[in-house]
């Protein structure tokens, strides 16, 4: 549900991105979602748009995340728990810098992205926390 909630935010801020949109959202004081999608911060290299990223990343997150794949076994299985615990480390990094930049470059914040970020931290907690059972050895039959 978490890369759900996270996909549609960002399915959000990119559509606007690319609408030329501003969010709904407060456009005033340090609340003020137009500040936030429309400043330098909100592109990598003043190409690529953040929420594009976010998209593609929760997007893996849905997949990487669909209880089925869990029980697959063998090489394919170990490098999907690598990979989960990989995508939200990167993910969860990147979060930290949007944060920073929202708050000391930007200083306004974005709810919109802080659904973002608040979906990434829990998914970040959810993988982390369930890694040592993901990654143990599974029982012998008996």
């Known amino acids: 549900m978490l890369s759900l909630a996270g996909f549609g935010a960002s399915l959000y801020l990119t559509v606007d991105h690319f609408s030329g949109i501003i969010p709904i959202c407060s456009s005033t004081g340090i609340v003020n979602c137009a500040l936030v999608t429309t400043s330098p ?51 969860i990094g990147f979060v930290v810098y949007l944060i920073y930049s929202e708050l000391f470059s930007i200083k306004a914040i974005c709810l919109w992205c ?29």
């Open 41 to 91: 911060q909100s592109e990598v290299f003043g190409v690529l748009p953040v929420s594009l990223l976010g998209l593609l990343f929760f997007t893996a997150m849905v997949v990487a995340n669909l209880p089925f794949l869990w029980q697959v076994a063998g090489d394919w299985g170990k490098r999907l728990v690598f990979a989960r615990l990989a995508m939200v480390v990167v993910g």
């Open 114 to 142: 802080t659904g973002v970020h608040v979906a990434t931290f829990l998914l970040f907690v959810l993988v982390v926390a369930t890694w040592p059972a993901m990654t143990a050895p599974a029982p012998e039959g008996g």
